[in-house]
């Protein structure tokens, strides 16, 4: 059974910092990119960032480049992303995704206020 289970969400102050992970199971990990991808209340579905399979390549959405920083380790099967500086704009619930598969985790919830 695939599994994605997020976790390290919280509440922080603006300028504040979090490092959400994703534990993967019951899939070939290392063969798939993966993204995080973030829904406010009342809004859709954002794309943050992405990373390739073997963590080479990484991608991120102009609202959080140079701010958030995504990585993998393969042999855990672990899916991270290092957010720095947070705004209250990135408040949200953060999936990880499978991305060609489009399968996403339960979520974890990020607020950050003041």
């Known amino acids: 059974e695939v599994q994605l289970v997020e976790s390290g969400g919280g509440v922080v102050q603006p300028g504040g910092s979090l490092r959400l992970s994703c534990q993967a199971s019951?899939?070939?990990?290392?063969?798939?990119?993966m993204s995080w991808v973030r829904q406010a209340p009342g809004k859709g579905a954002e794309w943050v960032s992405g990373i390739s399979n073997d963590g080479r390549k990484t991608y991120y959405a102009d609202s959080v480049k140079g701010r958030f920083t995504i990585s993998r380790d393969n042999a855990k099967k672990t899916l991270h992303l290092q957010m720095d500086r947070l705004k209250p704009e990135d408040t949200a619930v953060y999936y990880c995704?499978?991305?060609?598969?489009?399968?996403w985790g339960q979520g974890t919830q990020v607020t950050v206020s003041s």
């Open positions: 995704r499978i991305q060609r598969l489009n399968y």
């Open positions: 019951g899939f070939t990990f290392e063969m798939h990119d």
